[in-house]
């Protein structure tokens, strides 16, 4: 497996608090993702960044923003959560190179109560 | 928005028997990828497919991408337990630079 860690792995908190997760990556691709999957629905883009500072959004990307300050790092933030955002996020990463494969992180399983 | 429609959602066989799960663009997909995501676990890239008629095949999985690049499948021959999980699609529109488009993904449980 590629060297993508999520964290947390698991999170409950309530409606109406902030909420960040973080995706580390060790294999310095350039191209980071984060989707969220939920039954019935697949994976679903919510925002993607092509370099450091440069970000942009997805399909789903209404209550969410992102951040990149360095290669290996790409934060997805929930600023105000609320329970329709219960999911299971996962990032992901890709250099855009040759099969472009898409390496996904472990997942994060959150709950807003 | 563009949409990638993947059937079955989910499908149940009994071990040994085939199975077959479809993807279908209305519009012309630059290449298509497949996933394999085992129960409680991530998404893992099994293959991808450029070419207008293009087969490849992978022991017992076979890939194909139809001749106008808009639907794809994935067909497993023989099925054992360790084929049980969800297979996505993904397709990819406006060259290298478009963002994979998930299908919702097949859903495989075999019976031993």
């Known amino acids: 497996d590629a060297g993508i860690t999520q964290s947390p792995r698991h999170k409950v908190t309530e409606t109406g608090t902030p909420v960040t997760l973080r995706c580390h990556q060790t294999?310095?691709?350039?191209?980071m993702y984060w989707y969220r999957q939920d039954p019935g629905h697949g994976l679903r883009l919510i925002h993607y960044?092509?370099?450091?500072?440069?970000?942009d959004k997805g399909e789903v990307s209404d209550g969410y923003s992102v951040s990149r300050s360095k290669t290996e790092d790409f934060l997805l933030t929930l600023e105000s959560a609320t329970s329709s955002q219960t999911s299971v996020y996962f990032c992901?990463?890709?250099?855009?190179?040759?099969?472009?494969?898409?390496?996904f992180g472990p997942g994060t399983r959150l709950t807003v109560l | 928005g563009q949409q990638v429609m993947q059937i079955p959602q989910y499908q149940h066989v009994q071990e040994g028997e085939d199975f077959t799960t479809y993807c279908n663009s209305s519009t012309t997909l630059s290449n298509i990828q497949w996933y394999k995501q085992r129960p409680g676990g991530h998404p893992v890239f099994l293959i991808q497919l450029v070419k207008s008629g293009e087969v490849k095949k992978q022991k017992r999985l076979t890939f194909q991408f139809g001749e106008a690049k808009k639907n794809s499948s994935l067909h497993i021959t023989a099925t054992q337990t360790t084929d049980v999980g969800t297979y996505f699609c993904a397709g990819r529109y406006g060259g290298s630079q478009g963002n994979l488009i998930f299908g919702k993904g097949t859903k495989l449980s075999v019976k031993p």
């Open positions: 992901a990463i890709s250099d855009l190179t040759g099969t472009d494969t898409q390496y």
């Open positions: 960044s092509y370099g450091v500072k440069d970000t």
């Open positions: 294999e310095n691709h350039r191209y």
